[in-house]
């Protein structure tokens, strides 16, 4: 007979929204959301926050859910704090049909499942946090499809928190404003959230990874497309009259500092990456994102960029190479100077709840990079899962129950004014 847990609120509520399929599309990103699945857990979730008492609930056609909760007595007057996760999972992996099922972990490996016979499982070589686990419960999938934690144990956990504090209205908090967004993970995210109705002065989203790890820096983004444009003649009259676009497109790339790919790269360091090439001798179009945590190496990379396509056109001729570069999102972190705060609460909170928080600088983007960029300042709190966007994807009950209590004693500190 299967293991069957005590099911706390959070663990009910993750266990049943991790079954409703919500993947997103990187393929039909101009559409918002980009896939119809994320309509039915936007539905799900607009009737589950009206249902605990919320206000204001709305779903609209993009599949954004908002939501207000009041606040609790006294604290009517102060500023509204912002809670968001993201609907969408990834598309890195299975995501139709997520079985999830509780496994009681007694050490070694853990086992996901049974795939075509063979069992899926995570070793403490691959994720040594494992190890500290021994002996609680942990949800994982049957290892035929990703698990669905990023970023379903974040709603589940912003959900079981207003489910708390609406049977409890003596625990302190400000008003509440929830946000769920679409497509986050093709990195759309929170772009359409109206900020102005939404009304937080302040919020953080609810994303990410270990239990205690807390992100207020990302990297700064953008996209470069490089186009070469070659010359064409027939191969048997081509001696120097032809220029080959797949020959420069490859001296472009190997012009590109090797050192600096993100299979070279970790902590601080930035990378170019190539992400896409397509095309024929005629024209090819190479696609790269860049990523760094600093301004000026962010800039100095677009600038390399740049500076290639002159060279190679000083060689084959002007406009063999053209280089234009798409800003996505900046590093967060420039955007907390009138409010450390936000950053000083939620170490506070992690420690109140007995862990020993971890400032991590994320290599990628978050919701609350869009967000804070766009005047609404957001970092992150992790929600307790492991190895996202994979069949072994995890995440231990007890990270999903004490996340809730983070989030508790974390509203509650903006009850007060703030200096």
Known sequence: MAYQPKQSDVLERFMRYVQVDSQSNPDNEAETPSTPAQHDMARL???ELAALGCEDVRVDEHAYVTASLPASAGA??????????????????PASGVRPHVVHYEGGDLVHGLVDGKPVVTTTA?????????????????????????DKAGVAEICALVARLAAHPELPHPTLKVAFVPDEEIGHGARLLDL???????CY????????????????????????????????????????????ASEFQQMVPAAERPEHTEGREGFYHPIDVRGTASEVELGYIIRDFDATSFARRQQVLRDIAAFLNGRYGEGTVTV??????????????????LIDHALEANRE????????????????????????????????????HSVREFVPVRSLELTVDLLERLVAKFAVPQA
Not at 196 to 202: L, M, T, V, Y
Not at 224 to 237: I, K, N
Not at 324 to 341: K, L, S, T
Not at 373 to 383: E, S, Y
């Open 353 to 388: 709840v007995g862990l020993d928080p971890k400032v991590v600088a994320v290599r990628g983007g978050t919701d609350g990079a869009e967000l804070s960029f766009r005047g609404l300042p957001c970092p992150n709190i992790a929600t307790g899962g492991y190895s996202c």
């Open 126 to 150: 691959q994720v040594p946090d494992l190890a500290g686990f021994v002996g609680q419960d942990i949800v994982v999938s049957d290892g035929s499809t990703l698990l669905s934690a990023d």
């Open 45 to 47: 979730l607009g009737e």
């Open 324 to 341: 234009d570069i798409r800003q996505q999102y900046r590093n967060m972190a420039e955007r907390f100077g009138d409010c450390p705060f």
């Open 76 to 93: 009517e007057d102060l500023p509204a704090l912002g809670l968001c996760s993201h609907i969408d999972t990834s598309f890195d992996a």
């Open 196 to 202: 102005e109705r939404f009304g937080a002065k302040w």
């Open 205 to 248: 989203t609810v994303d990410g990874e270990a239990l205690g790890e807390f992100n207020y820096e990302c990297f700064s983004a953008a996209e470069a497309t490089v186009t070469v444009r070659g010359v064409m003649v027939h191969p048997g009259s081509a001696k120097d009259i032809m220029v080959n676009a797949i020959t420069v």
